[in-house]
């Protein structure tokens, strides 16, 4: 290996820091830049288009960054060079976010492992670097996405099983597996992982319910079929394409009400404040910046004509709600906060969640204390 490449990849690991050394082992096998393409994204406080050829000091610099790596937008409708729009659809994740997610993960040697979201193949990499050559399979919704991925872990010599497909539905012909390694954001934890994990296998992945921040949960999967775990810390990923959650606010007739509450404590509020409001409202919640205001949208993902626009003004006595459809969201949301408090504030480490065939349900302290 270039002797410039190991001191970056030391750095990088440097500045991570505290990680287990089979992970450390791995990044030192895999170095990341085998894995980013010639032209990328860097998502950081801007977006920043990095070119090797163009300028490769600065494509390394950014590629053993902490900072991840957007390699896709829009699906590939949108050309990576025309940073000022698009969606980010697929990137090599931020280093620190990879290397949590494996932790909580902790695959070992002779581990048979499932990975959800192939991406650049760079995670592929360092789970088969972890758990041994041949033990990975690894799934990609994105056909093209794909094809590189397999390309980028031939280059790397690396042997994972590949599959182009719904990573919702697993993969049965190569279970049971020991490890599930979830590499997009899920709303909710299709029953099939659980059903493809052997009784004390892990699942990791990133659940984001699409209310205010994602979170890391670690499941267990029980004797009885069914699976439980507790939310680690924090978790952002791009969503798995089958479950993003859709601009479907349907326009309608709607009333006009004013709050006291400054929408800011809810978009705002810590991270075990955010999993109670969703678990008991079921709704989405997000916020922007129009000129002087701050623009927050509640959303019922089940009836588009079900939404709320909560318009916040600095230094403003009350805001404006509008609200249409019969359901009060606002209300909603601000009745669950308040309950969250009336449970005294309990922080994220003590929520968690069960799956069973008949779904999800997050839970308090115990399961023996489901909420929503």
């Not at 909710?188 to 052997?198: F, G, K, S």
């Not at 921040?213 to 499941?219: D, T």
Request: aromatic share 6%; charged share 20%; with cysteine.
């Amino acid at each position: 290996m270039d002797e410039g490449i190991a001191v970056r990849i030391e750095r990088l690991i440097d500045s991570l820091g505290d990680i287990s050394d089979p992970v450390k082992q791995a990044m030192r096998a895999v170095p990341r830049h085998r894995f980013v393409p010639q032209v990328a994204l860097v998502a950081g406080d801007t977006t920043t288009v990095i070119d090797r050829d163009a300028d490769p000091s600065g494509w390394l610099d950014a590629v053993y960054s902490p900072l991840p790596i957007v390699t896709q937008l829009d699906d590939g409708d949108t050309d990576l060079r025309d940073r000022a729009g698009g969606l980010y659809t697929s990137s090599n994740s931020a280093p620190g976010t990879v290397v949590d997610l494996l932790e909580l993960l902790d695959p070992a040697p002779g581990h048979r492992v499932l990975e959800i979201g192939t991406g650049t193949g760079w995670t592929a990499a360092l789970l088969s670097h972890i758990a041994g050559e041949g033990g990975v399979t690894s799934i990609e919704v994105d056909a093209a996405l794909a094809e590189q991925a397999a390309k980028n872990l031939g280059d790397a010599g690396v042997q994972a099983h590949l599959v182009v497909g719904d990573g919702a539905d697993g993969c049965p012909e190569r279970a049971p597996f020991d490890r599930v390694h979830v590499t997009c954001g899920v709303r909710a934890v299709p029953y099939t992982w659980v059903e493809q994990t052997r009784p004390g296998g892990v699942i990791a992945l990133p659940y984001d319910p699409g209310f205010v921040v994602g979170h890391a949960l670690r499941l267990t999967v029980r004797p009885d079929g069914t699976a439980a775990g507790r939310f680690a810390g924090y978790a952002a990923y791009m969503m798995m394409r089958s479950q993003r959650i859709a601009a479907n606010a349907q326009r309608g007739d709607g009333r006009e009400t004013r709050t006291r509450i400054d929408p800011r404590t809810i978009t705002r509020a810590p991270a075990g404040a955010a999993l109670a409001m969703s678990a008991l409202t079921g709704l989405y919640i997000s916020s922007h910046r129009d000129t002087d205001r701050l623009l927050t949208w509640v959303t019922d993902p089940d009836a588009p004509a079900q939404w709320a626009l909560i318009s916040h003004v600095p230094h403003a006595d009350d805001h404006e709600v509008y609200q249409v459809g019969d359901r009060p969201l606002w209300d909603e949301v601000v009745n669950a906060y308040f309950q969250w408090m009336d449970w005294g504030e309990p922080g994220r480490n003590r929520f968690g969640m069960t799956v069973t065939p008949d779904g999800q349900q997050v839970w308090l302290d115990t399961p023996q204390h489901p909420i929503g």
